[in-house]
């Protein structure tokens, strides 16, 4: 089954390529603004998210190309190892999934930036996955620990990353359209570049919609906190007492679609998940496999997932189409991590071991699950895959899948049996990809 891991592979390294910012940047930069009328005089470029440095790389070269008559600077947010090499832009590295200073500091040189805008200047902003915690600058009152308790509190009560963003972009005060509003305000054109990591590929829900029109409301976050019995012992004080003043009317609400009109800001997604899972079909279809896109916003517990994907596959095989099949899907799975727990590994690989335990009986199956940021979740890898081979060496190993799960080491389960998937940062981030492939 060399063949399979493989043709695995090669479907993971297809799914990422379409979602190259050193490609699809420079594309879209020739849309916005085409020969004739690109851009003159100021350009501040600002940005956050895991693939905002390789995005303000590409800026730079399409600009030193095509924009001789720009003055260029900026500052963009990345996470620590995902730094990109720039000449104009400041690239400042921070921490993810949970804010530090070093972001908070990097977030408020943004936001003083573009309060200097001027009439006439253009803002482009470079968002994409990961840019919720990057550009955390908190509202007047609350602190960047309470950002970071209100963070983890999230995290750990497995809340889909939409509900999390929810809660988050009423705290900034740069994210929920914040940072759109304060350069209309100067009378600066923005144009905004989203790298897509959430299901729908709302500008709204990209790293909290720095520069979109917001359809959440305070009422919405305290909903959030309440449904995840997330109260005083766990959200500080200072985070419910400003989310109650803003249901009272005591400080502004995010952005709307009203606050926009005859106003000059644009959010394009220039990269989804979508068109990373066409990629990969097309691939595997040069290798004789059909392929069954399942959809790209396929969300729940990981370990449910794997075993509902287990069902499917089972159900295909039993079709009468005599073609190879392959599975392909994407999304953002959620792992509940009970308290005293300390896990290895993330959703994907979480996903792909709950495949693994419950497709035993599947011959000739196989599959790889990876994080397209390069990261899945605790440790350095991306994520993971498994053939027959796996599994009998697993058998051999004597490695029991179940007690793995209920650790949350999945991560260990796979590095025992060199089944992990290593990309290091990839730079950009469109979401979960996963495959299963099934040979009749």
Same mark, same amino acid.
């Given at each position: 089954?060399?063949?399979?891991?493989?043709?695995?592979? %090669?479907?993971?390294?297809?799914?990422?390529?379409?979602?190259?910012?050193?490609?699809?940047?420079?594309?879209?930069?020739?849309?916005?603004?085409?020969?004739?009328?690109?851009?003159?005089?100021?350009?501040?470029?600002?940005?956050?998210? @895991?693939?905002?440095?390789?995005?303000?790389?590409?800026?730079?070269? +399409?600009?030193?190309? #095509?924009?001789?008559?720009?003055?260029?600077?900026?500052?963009?947010?990345?996470?620590?190892? +995902?730094?990109?090499?720039?000449?104009?832009?400041?690239?400042?590295?921070?921490?993810?999934?949970?804010?530090?200073?070093?972001?908070? *500091?990097?977030?408020?040189?943004?936001?003083?930036?573009?309060?200097?805008?001027?009439?006439?200047?253009?803002?482009?902003?470079?968002?994409?996955?990961?840019?919720?915690? =990057?550009?955390?600058?908190?509202?007047?009152?609350?602190?960047?620990?309470?950002?970071?308790?209100?963070?983890?509190?999230? =995290?750990?009560?497995?809340?889909?990353?939409?509900?999390?963003?929810?809660?988050?972009?009423?705290?900034?005060?740069?994210?929920?359209? %914040?940072?759109?509003?304060?350069?209309?305000?100067?009378?600066?054109?923005?144009?905004?570049?989203?790298?897509?990591?959430?299901?729908?590929?709302?500008?709204?829900?990209?790293?909290?919609?720095?520069?979109?029109? *917001? #359809?959440?409301? #305070? !009422?919405?976050?305290?909903?959030?906190?309440?449904?995840? +019995?997330?109260?005083?012992?766990?959200?500080?004080?200072?985070?419910?007492?400003?989310?109650?003043?803003?249901?009272?009317?005591?400080?502004?609400?995010? =952005?709307?679609?009203?606050?926009? !009109?005859?106003?000059?800001?644009?959010?394009?997604?220039?990269?989804?998940?979508?068109?990373?899972?066409?990629?990969?079909?097309?691939?595997?279809?040069?290798?004789?496999?059909?392929?069954?896109?399942?959809?790209?916003?396929?969300?729940?517990?990981?370990?449910?997932?794997?075993?509902?994907?287990?069902?499917?596959?089972?159900?295909?095989?039993?079709?009468?189409?005599?073609?190879?099949?392959?599975?392909?899907?994407?999304?953002?799975?959620?792992?509940?991590?009970?308290?005293?727990?300390?896990?290895?590994?993330?959703?994907?690989?979480?996903?792909?071991?709950?495949?693994?335990?419950?497709?035993?009986?599947?011959?000739?199956?196989?599959?790889?699950?990876?994080?397209?940021?390069?990261? *899945?979740?605790?440790?350095?890898?991306?994520?993971?895959?498994?053939?027959?081979?796996?599994?009998?060496?697993?058998?051999? !190993?004597?490695?029991?899948?179940?007690? #793995? =799960?209920?650790? +949350?080491?999945?991560?260990?389960?796979?590095?025992?049996?060199?089944?992990?998937?290593?990309?290091?940062?990839?730079?950009?981030?469109? %979401?979960?990809?996963?495959?299963?492939?099934?040979? @009749?």
């Amino acid at each position: 089954m060399r063949q399979q891991e493989t043709i695995l592979k %090669n479907a993971f390294a297809a799914a990422l390529a379409v979602a190259d910012p050193k490609k699809i940047v420079p594309e879209y930069l020739a849309k916005i603004f085409p020969a004739g009328s690109e851009p003159q005089g100021r350009c501040l470029v600002v940005g956050a998210g @895991k693939a905002s440095a390789s995005m303000a790389t590409a800026l730079e070269s +399409h600009a030193n190309n #095509y924009w001789p008559n720009v003055i260029l600077g900026g500052v963009v947010l990345t996470r620590y190892g +995902h730094h990109s090499p720039t000449g104009h832009i400041q690239i400042i590295e921070a921490g993810h999934p949970v804010p530090d200073q070093a972001g908070m *500091d990097g977030a408020k040189e943004i936001y003083r930036l573009v309060s200097e805008l001027s009439q006439g200047d253009i803002l482009i902003a470079l968002i994409s996955g990961g840019g919720s915690s =990057l550009l955390t600058l908190p509202q007047v009152g609350i602190s960047i620990e309470d950002m970071r308790k209100t963070t983890e509190a999230l =995290l750990r009560s497995g809340a889909p990353i939409e509900e999390m963003n929810v809660v988050r972009k009423h705290l900034s005060a740069i994210q929920g359209g %914040n940072l759109a509003r304060l350069a209309i305000a100067r009378g600066a054109r923005v144009e905004a570049l989203l790298i897509s990591d959430v299901t729908g590929d709302a500008p709204a829900d990209i790293a909290s919609g720095p520069c979109a029109p *917001d #359809y959440s409301s #305070y !009422q919405d976050a305290l909903n959030i906190l309440n449904k995840y +019995h997330l109260g005083s012992d766990s959200i500080p004080t200072s985070v419910l007492s400003h989310l109650q003043r803003g249901i009272a009317g005591e400080v502004p609400e995010t =952005l709307k679609e009203a606050d926009l !009109q005859n106003t000059a800001v644009s959010n394009h997604v220039i990269a989804t998940a979508y068109k990373s899972l066409e990629a990969a079909a097309e691939y595997v279809r040069t290798q004789g496999y059909e392929p069954v896109i399942l959809g790209d916003t396929i969300t729940g517990e990981a370990q449910d997932v794997g075993i509902e994907q287990a069902a499917l596959a089972r159900q295909h095989l039993l079709a009468t189409n005599a073609k190879p099949i392959a599975l392909i899907s994407g999304g953002e799975c959620t792992v509940t991590i009970p308290d005293g727990i300390k896990c290895r590994g993330g959703r994907c690989s979480e996903y792909l071991l709950s495949l693994f335990a419950a497709s035993s009986d599947i011959p000739n199956i196989c599959a790889l699950a990876a994080d397209t940021d390069g990261i *899945d979740g605790s440790e350095k890898n991306a994520g993971a895959w498994f053939t027959p081979e796996i599994l009998q060496a697993a058998n051999k !190993q004597c490695l029991i899948p179940l007690r #793995y =799960l209920d650790r +949350h080491d999945c991560h260990g389960f796979f590095a025992q049996l060199g089944a992990l998937v290593e990309t290091g940062p990839t730079l950009t981030n469109v %979401n979960d990809f996963r495959i299963i492939l099934l040979d @009749k």
